[in-house]
């Protein structure tokens, strides 16, 4: 009977879980325990381990019949006649855990055939030594010209977009599978030291009046680039956004080993006792995603804990007040205004974390192991120290590097070091 069952049953657990089941000798496991959940004070976790076997299990908590049909985004208002899109492919175009799920990890016993076994490949981690040649320039500028304004919402997908391709231009340049550091922020060569030592990709509008728009891209790097890296970005012709229609075409402005005078980026050359959020700052911990309603915090995870955090990895210990920019209190000091971002309603009620706060799109690396939400809640502040300092690096928090959490300097103060020549 078992012969003529298990060659059908191709789900266990949730109907999204796909398996393979098949009948073993008892006889020939001598011994053979059972599967144990793996538990956390009591609670089911996940382990991704050889000896581990997962299992998409029904969320007792939150599980609903209908659960198994469609996803509760987007219910409401659907038309009953009309079949529901397929659970499966639905998640797969939006995100791989579906309502009133959660994996659980199982232990297999000792003895579990090894032909059964889950070999999980060990990430190799290649490490490339410093490029022979010498690093002739730390700094580009770029126009964006384009035919319509750029919104500030899309700073990170065309840093990401310029990143991308000034990476597949170098691999193609370089060959034999090199990979450069400077570019992407991978492979870290022996000898460096300290984290954010690659570039930012920084999306700027710069004219007077004008902080609404993307107008300009600036590229810092403290690592410093080749003149491989350097013709490896300049061959970037072409970014999209809004589907394509208008596309984006950046011109080269400046090449320099150090940033110029009239730039708003902070890299150690502005002193300045008060800061401004120039792009809203997003915590690198989520605290609080998507759905405001009773969400519950942890003090670490207060925003303005997590920036304080930021700002002491970062080097800056002087001590400071940290002060939330909101429509109601300082929305004139806004450079750009908050109108350029997709504003957060808080519901009637509720705790203020979230007031005053923008919903940004943020970097997802390709490399995760995990999937991450594309889109997460920000914030703009202004920090007041007790006495002027430098900002060693242009922005802090989640997606740094692609544009977010930039601050700019209220009373500026040149600490008069020398700035390179432009050539």
Same mark, same amino acid.
């Given at each position: 009977?078992?012969?003529?069952?298990?060659?059908?049953?191709?789900?266990?657990?949730?109907?999204? /879980?796909?398996?393979?089941?098949?009948?073993?000798?008892?006889?020939?496991?001598?011994?053979?325990?059972?599967?144990?959940? %793996?538990?956390?004070?009591?609670?089911?976790?996940?382990?991704?381990?050889?000896?581990?076997?997962?299992?998409?299990?029904?969320?007792?908590?939150?599980?609903? !019949?209908?659960?198994?049909? /469609?996803?509760?985004?987007?219910?409401?208002?659907? @038309?009953?006649?009309?079949?529901?899109?397929?659970?499966?492919?639905?998640?797969?175009?939006?995100?791989?855990?579906?309502?009133? !799920?959660?994996?659980?990890?199982?232990?297999?016993?000792?003895? +579990?055939?090894?032909? +059964?076994?889950?070999?999980?490949?060990?990430?190799?981690?290649?490490?490339?030594?410093?490029?022979?040649?010498?690093?002739?320039?730390?700094?580009?500028?770029?126009?964006?010209?384009?035919?319509?304004?750029?919104?500030?919402?899309?700073?990170?997908?065309?840093?990401?977009?310029?990143?991308?391709?000034?990476?597949?231009?170098? /691999?193609?340049? !370089?060959? @034999? #599978?090199?990979?450069?550091?400077?570019?992407?922020? *991978?492979?870290?060569?022996?000898?460096?030291?300290?984290?954010?030592?690659?570039?930012?990709?920084?999306?700027?509008?710069?004219?007077?009046? @004008?902080?609404?728009?993307?107008?300009?891209?600036?590229?810092? %790097?403290?690592?410093?680039?080749?003149?491989?890296?350097?013709?490896?970005?300049?061959?970037?012709?072409?970014?999209?956004?809004?589907?394509?229609?208008?596309?984006?075409?950046?011109?080269?402005?400046?090449?320099?080993?150090?940033?110029?005078?009239?730039?708003?980026?902070?890299?150690?050359?502005?002193?300045? /006792?008060?800061?401004?959020?120039?792009?809203?700052?997003?915590?690198?911990?989520?605290?609080?995603?998507?759905?405001? *309603?009773?969400?519950?915090?942890?003090?670490?995870?207060?925003?303005?804990?997590?920036?304080?955090?930021?700002?002491?990895?970062?080097?800056?210990?002087?001590?400071?007040?940290?002060?939330?920019?909101?429509?109601? #209190?300082?929305?004139? *000091?806004?450079?750009?205004?908050?109108?350029?971002?997709?504003?957060?309603?808080?519901?009637?009620?509720?705790?203020?974390?979230?007031?005053?706060?923008?919903? !940004?799109?943020?970097?997802?690396?390709?490399?995760?192991?995990?999937q991450e939400r594309v889109r997460r809640i920000g914030l703009f502040f202004e920090i007041a120290f007790d006495t002027p300092v430098e900002f060693s690096i242009p922005a802090l928090g989640h997606s740094a590097h692609f544009g977010l959490g930039q601050f700019v300097p209220v009373c500026v103060q040149r600490t008069g070091r020398a700035v390179g020549?432009?050539?």
């Open positions: 009977m078992l012969d003529g069952i298990l060659p059908n049953v191709s789900y266990l657990g949730r109907a999204e /879980s796909i398996c393979k089941v098949e009948q073993i000798n008892e006889n020939a496991l001598p011994g053979q325990g059972w599967c144990h959940p %793996c538990l956390k004070d009591g609670e089911p976790i996940r382990r991704i381990t050889e000896d581990c076997r997962d299992l998409f299990c029904p969320n007792p908590s939150d599980f609903q !019949a209908d659960d198994l049909w /469609s996803r509760r985004e987007g219910r409401a208002g659907r @038309n009953p006649n009309d079949a529901p899109p397929h659970l499966v492919e639905d998640l797969l175009a939006h995100q791989p855990l579906p309502d009133g !799920a959660r994996w659980v990890s199982y232990q297999m016993p000792e003895g +579990w055939p090894g032909r +059964w076994v889950v070999r999980v490949a060990k990430a190799r981690r290649r490490r490339t030594n410093p490029s022979s040649a010498p690093r002739v320039a730390r700094y580009l500028r770029f126009s964006l010209q384009c035919r319509i304004p750029i919104p500030l919402k899309f700073t990170v997908p065309l840093a990401e977009q310029f990143r991308a391709a000034a990476i597949w231009h170098f /691999s193609k340049m !370089a060959g @034999n #599978g090199a990979s450069s550091f400077a570019l992407s922020g *991978h492979d870290k060569p022996e000898g460096v030291i300290g984290e954010h030592q690659h570039a930012f990709y920084l999306p700027l509008g710069l004219r007077e009046g @004008n902080g609404s728009w993307l107008e300009e891209l600036h590229i810092w %790097c403290p690592y410093g680039f080749t003149q491989v890296e350097i013709e490896a970005l300049m061959r970037v012709e072409r970014l999209d956004w809004g589907g394509g229609k208008y596309p984006i075409r950046p011109v080269l402005m400046v090449i320099s080993n150090t940033v110029s005078g009239d730039c708003p980026i902070a890299v150690g050359q502005i002193s300045s /006792s008060i800061w401004r959020s120039r792009t809203p700052f997003v915590p690198p911990r989520y605290f609080y995603s998507g759905n405001l *309603h009773g969400a519950k915090l942890k003090v670490k995870d207060i925003p303005e804990q997590q920036l304080a955090q930021c700002l002491k990895q970062a080097g800056l210990v002087v001590p400071g007040e940290i002060r939330r920019l909101t429509l109601n #209190g300082s929305a004139q *000091h806004f450079n750009p205004p908050l109108s350029a971002w997709d504003i957060v309603r808080t519901p009637e009620g509720e705790d203020d974390h979230a007031v005053g706060s923008v919903v !940004a799109a943020v970097h997802v690396p390709t490399s995760s192991a995990r020549e432009e050539r």
